[in-house]
């Protein structure tokens, strides 16, 4: 018992306690809070793979619009719901 009083009275021993103490659990840094970055960091990545396919596909399917007129066309019309002049337009709301 004599011994472990021995390093609690040590200066250096002292203040290697508290920093430890202090980095592990009271720092703007500690473990808790590295943690927490590093899976919203995994999750982030995540995020971007998927954001980099669907941009992918996003390009493939513009290149094939491009390329044939009446593909692109029949987009037009179904998304952006664009006519002729000379046609009339109903749209049929579901309920």
Do not use: G, H, P
Request: charged content about 40%; hydrophobic content about 40%; aromatic content about 18%.
């Amino acid at each position: 018992m004599s011994k472990y009083l021995r390093y609690t009275k040590n200066f250096y021993f002292m203040f290697t306690l508290f920093f430890v103490i202090w980095m592990v659990f009271i720092d703007s840094n500690d473990i808790f809070t590295q943690f927490k970055l590093s899976s919203k960091l995994k999750e982030l990545e995540n995020q971007k793979e998927f954001y980099l396919e669907k941009k992918e596909k996003i390009k493939e399917d513009r290149e094939e619009l491009m390329s044939n007129y009446e593909l692109l066309e029949k987009f037009a019309r179904e998304r952006y719901l664009m006519k002729r002049k000379s046609e009339d337009l109903y749209v049929v709301v579901e309920e």
